[in-house]
């Protein structure tokens, strides 16, 4: 018995509010009272409601709360509900964050997180239980192709549940900005239909010159310092490892003596590095209007020198065959033109794992399976639940928008990519077998390619940085409720949630190490931070330096025009008629222009505004993130003032909290 006030908020976006009626429920550990209909609740507004209860309801437990429909259905994103008065310390906290939909009766529990032995008295048992057979009805796993790890079920945004849809501003601004790209290409593609590319010069037609590193790509794009310099700290860093002995690939012919003792001497020394892109061996190319293009698999063999650049020794464009004469090695002594066209095989080939490996599988594909196992898996009552949750948003509908343009028949990679029509999927395929747990966890990965002393490396310099900075956030809020290892062990939800991220929808992933159950808080720590940085980091390095490295499209071509070269009789024709033609050039530089843009709609890594937790442990963690982030933000805009190619991929500020692109 006694006095409540309510405040119900609704979200800010233009479509948040309903026409509908909304009733209200308060429950408590001895009662539950009926509050009656609200007016129907106004986007960006909050409703305050004061009602005497006549019951004595205890402890509240939770708010109750339908959708009345009227003529018409109108769903509600509701983001809160606060309620004070008897049974509550202060004002208690009801976290939504949802849309409300249909007349269904849905059940907030207060924010303050609880594991299942945190409710010795079973008191949300019921509701847990009943919440999480409800998702999986609305999340369930899909199959996109054969031998790939699972995605959301459904072919469009429409088939996605609405809370993991666009909402308004982002859905305007990606659809506004696809829209004027692709009227852009139209016009200046049509035009352009007549032209052909005569001199690398006329690639400037179509050059983006949006930012400082690709304007100083473009002036210096030949050099052997920046080609290396790529391999570190470009667009895809994951492929460079330090070498621990000769590839057995790598064929040195008669006369090619002192190729063999460099290559010796930086192999003794610790300084000899491999890029191998054998992944691609084997790939059937595609065919765009009716012309063949090409794919390669090079080798590169570089040497690490004392001032930190990374400078190539020989590429290998493709790998031995058994009766066929040993495959031409290029050297940077060999004629200018004859190297030149050698290292933009190896960056067309590195465009190709880099979109389709380290971006669009290692990136977008596995976060959406950590998004869709958590929605399955946990209930919103729980700790992991509410610290993960911020990292998912947007996720699965960017993803089902890449597989029904991008990667999909007819899409953009059939267009213009010469992996298109088929190839691509079998990439991804052969990719899958490379998903190591140790890959995505950069203090493993790093290690494991021998690149943790490498200091000119500064996409490993700031994943570790990053890295730790996450593990101290997942370890504080951990700790709070976590006290032991057997606490860990004895979370049924925990376990199921770990089982259906590496056996469901990784596919079996315990064969490459990932967990299949958590037994100490230092492992679960371990995974979560792993689940942390992949949604946030890692994607953000592959993502960020689209704009920068393919800009100047010779410096990664979507596609190759002309088979690998079989001499060093090389001319710029040569080059220029291997590269993409004016209309392929012009495609590649509007997707790339759309992708690599500043996302005006944008929340940085660990700068989410929703709020789950609602007692004040985890609100000091999530503030000591934050200052971490803010601290390492400005220490590494420091840095970069000084450095003549700044790096900024994983910088927080430019780091998305989530994969919405």
Known sequence: MGKYTIRVATGSSLLAGSSNCVQLWLVGEHGEADLGKLLPPLPGKETELNIEVPLY?????????????????????????TVQGPGTQGEAFFPCYRWVQGDGIICLPEGTALTVSDDPQNLFKTQREQEVEARKTVYRWGSWKDGLILPIAGSSRQDLPRDQRFLEDKDLDFN?????????????????????????EDFKKVLVKETPLAARVLDCWKDDALFGYQFLNGANPMLVRRSKSLPARLLLSPGM???????????????????????????????????????????????????????????????????SPPP??????????????????????????????????????????????????????????????????????????????????YGIFDLVVSTGSGGHVDILQRAVSYLTYRSFCPPDDLADRGLLDVTSCLYGQDALRLWGIISRYVNGMVGLFYKSDEAVTCDPELQVWCREITEIGLQGAQDRGFPLCLESRAQLCHFLTMCIFTCTGQHASAHLGQL????????????????????????????????????????????????GRHQPVMVALGQHKEKYFSDPGPQAVLKQFQEELATMDK??????????????YLQPSKVENSVTI
């Open 176 to 200: 506004f900005s696809l829209a004027k790209g692709l009227k852009d290409l139209a016009i200046k593609g049509t035009l352009e239909l007549a032209i052909c590319v005569k001199r690398l």
């Open 635 to 648: 220490e590494i805009e420091i840095r970069n003032a000084q450095l003549d190619l700044p790096y900024e």
């Open 257 to 323: 003596e002192d190729l063999q003792t460099q290559l010796e001497k930086e192999l003794q020394a610790g300084t000899l590095f491999e890029a191998d892109f054998s992944l691609l061996d084997g790939i059937k190319p595609n065919v765009i209007i009716f012309q063949q293009q090409y794919v390669a698999a090079p080798l590169v063999m570089l040497r690490l020198q004392p001032d930190g650049k990374l400078l190539p020794m020989v590429i290998q464009l493709q790998p031995p065959r058994h009766g």
């Open 57 to 81: 309801l205890g402890r509240l437990l939770l708010v109750k709360l339908r959708k009345h429909k009227l003529l018409l259905d109108s769903d509600w994103f509701c983001k809160w509900i």
């Open 328 to 409: 031409l090695l290029f050297l940077p002594s060999d004629p200018p033109m004859a190297w030149l066209l050698a290292k933009i095989w190896v960056r067309s080939s590195d465009f190709q794992v880099h979109q389709l490996q380290s971006h669009l599988l290692r990136g977008h594909l596995v976060a959406e399976v950590i998004s869709v196992a958590t929605m399955r898996s946990l209930p919103s009552l729980h700790p992991i639940y509410k610290l993960l949750i911020p990292h998912f948003n947007y996720t699965m509908e960017i993803n089902t928008l890449a597989r029904s343009t991008l990667v999909s028949e």
């Open 548 to 595: 920068d490295w393919y800009s100047w499209i010779p410096n990664g071509p979507c596609t190759m025009r002309k088979p690998p070269p079989t001499s060093k009789d090389v001319t710029e024709k040569d080059v220029v008629d291997s590269l993409p033609n004016l209309q392929q050039a012009r495609m590649q530089k509007t997707f790339v222009q759309f992708l």
